[in-house]
Structures are given as structure tokens and as C-alpha cells.
């Protein structure tokens, strides 16, 4: 019933992700993919379809995927510390994320599914396989941050992987950067409407929205300097090349 389904799978012409035994099948049967399909492997599923150890794989993880992706012609992945994402003769992209306690059963399911949500949004092979797995390991570093490494699951990811994939705020943020202190009424309120949304996640993101309409555009130099302080920046000279007057006595800048 498995090998019927693979060989159904790959005649069907349709946007293909393969995982698990399909890879084990691959590996007995063999097969050319096409450059529009995804494999996710593990070090052994990687070993297997290549016919070496798994000592070989992680002796030269690079030169594995490359193989990969070289033997099959897909979009080959290989999971692990600094996953690796190969679709072609060029570089590879590293996955610079991700923690220990993410080697669980069923996070390579996630995974998965992860690049086929994407696939089926229309992303290319290749960003569908970088962009799912950077948000798979961003998922599970954002979740063992808020409870630690130790009994990590799958579900745990969940709430952080529809929080990440979802670019509603990076996209409004976008759209009202650059804009200074004397912009319309409508663009401070759209900056005030950012910094009530944003505040409570800026220490996760990394993102900070001072000002906003009317008398609050007033207090952004105290909110810079406040910012800098915590974050460990010089608050007095980014309100000083803000063009900004401060509403309280400036500290000198170093």
C-alpha cells in the first residue's frame, strides 16, 4: 500500500514534500525528482539514500546534502544542528537556529508540514524549504525560551509558528518607517496603533515604537533615552539624530 501511494504520489504532476518512509521507499526503488519537489531528511534517511553510514553524513554534512541534491534533483534538506537546505550546485543556506530539545518525535512532521503550507501558498521549491525551516527552528527556539528545552513537543510550537509566519506587523512597521514626528495625523495614529501592539512582544522582537499622535509625539526623546538604557544603546544621540528636542534635560553623548 506504501509503495502504491509513493508511486501515485510521484505521477500525480502536483507540487511534492517527501518525509519518512517515502524517503526509506525512495531509497529502495529509487527515483529522479524534480527540481520543484522537497526531501527532509534526517542523517539516517540521508545515509540510506545515499548507500553510506551515518558516520559519512556527519563527517561532511555539506558534501551529504550536496549528494542529495545532486543524486535526486529536489530541493534536499538536512536536518540537524545548522539544518542545511540545498537546491542546486551553489551554496547551501544554514538554518542558524533551532535547539537541542527540538530532536523529539514528530518535529520532522512538523516540519514538513511547515514547507507544504508554504508550497501550497505558491512559494517556490527552494523558499518554501529555506522560510519553512528558519520558522520551524524560530517556533522552537521562541517556545523553549518561554518553557525550556526539556519535554519540548511538536504542539508546543504551534501558537509561535502561526505568530511568526503571520507578517502583519513586520509589513505595517514597514509601511510607516522612516516617517518623522511631523507626518500626518494619520501616520501617527497608525504609529500609536504599532506601539500599543508591538510593546508587549518588543523584547522577543527586537523592536521598539516611540511617539505617536499629539501630545505622545512630545515624549518620544524621554522614550528613546528610556529604551537606551535598557537595551544598552545611546538613547541621547538617537533623539539627537532624530532631529528630535528632547522634553527632558539630554545627558551628553559619548
Given amino acids: 500500500w506504501g509503495r502504491a501511494l509513493l508511486a501515485a ?20 526503488r529509487g527515483a529522479d525528482l524534480r527540481p520543484e519537489d522537497v526531501i527532509t531528511t534526517h542523517q539516517g534517511e540521508a545515509a540510506r539514500l545515499l548507500g553510506v553510514t551515518t558516520a559519512e553524513i ?11 541534491q545532486a543524486r535526486y534533483g529536489a530541493v534536499a534538506i538536512l536536518k540537524g544542528a545548522g539544518s542545511l537546505v540545498q537546491a542546486d550546485a551553489g551554496a547551501p543556506a544554514v538554518v542558524c537556529a533551532g535547539n537541542p530539545g527540538m530532536a523529539t518525535g514528530g518535529m520532522g512532521d512538523l516540519l514538513t508540514g511547515c514547507i507544504a503550507a508554504l ?17 520551524h527552528a524560530a517556533a522552537g ?29 513586520f509589513q505595517s512597521f514597514g509601511a510607516v518607517m522612516g516617517m518623522d514626528w511631523h507626518s500626518s495625523g494619520i501616520t501617527t495614529s497608525v504609529i500609536g496603533a504599532l506601539k500599543r501592539g508591538l510593546a508587549p512582544l518588543s523584547g522577543e522582537l527586537g523592536l ?33 539624530t532624530s532631529r528630535l528636542r528632547p522634553s527632558m534635560p539630554m545627558r551628553s553623548a559619548s
Avoid: Y
Fill in 141 to 169: 527556539d521562541a517556545a523553549a525560551r518561554e518553557d525550556g528545552e526539556r519535554g519540548l513537543l511538536p504542539s508546543d510550537l504551534l501558537p509561535w509558528l502561526r505568530r511568526l509566519a503571520n507578517p502583519f506587523w
Fill in 9 to 28: 504520489a510521484l505521477d500525480s504532476g502536483k507540487p511534492r514534500v517527501l518525509d519518512a518512509d517515502a524517503l526509506n521507499l525512495l531509497a529502495e
Fill in 119 to 135: 508550497r501550497g501558498q505558491g512559494f517556490p521549491a527552494r523558499e518554501a524549504a529555506v522560510a519553512g525551516a528558519l520558522l
Fill in 58 to 68: 556527519q563527517r561532511d554534512r555539506f558534501a551529504a546534502v550536496a549528494a542529495l
Fill in 208 to 240: 521598539h515604537v516611540c511617539g505617536g499622535r499629539g501630545a505622545q509625539s512630545r515624549k518620544t526623546p524621554g522614550e528613546l533615552m528610556s529604551i537606551g538604557d535598557r537595551v544598552g544603546l545611546d538613547g541621547a544621540r538617537l533623539s539627537t
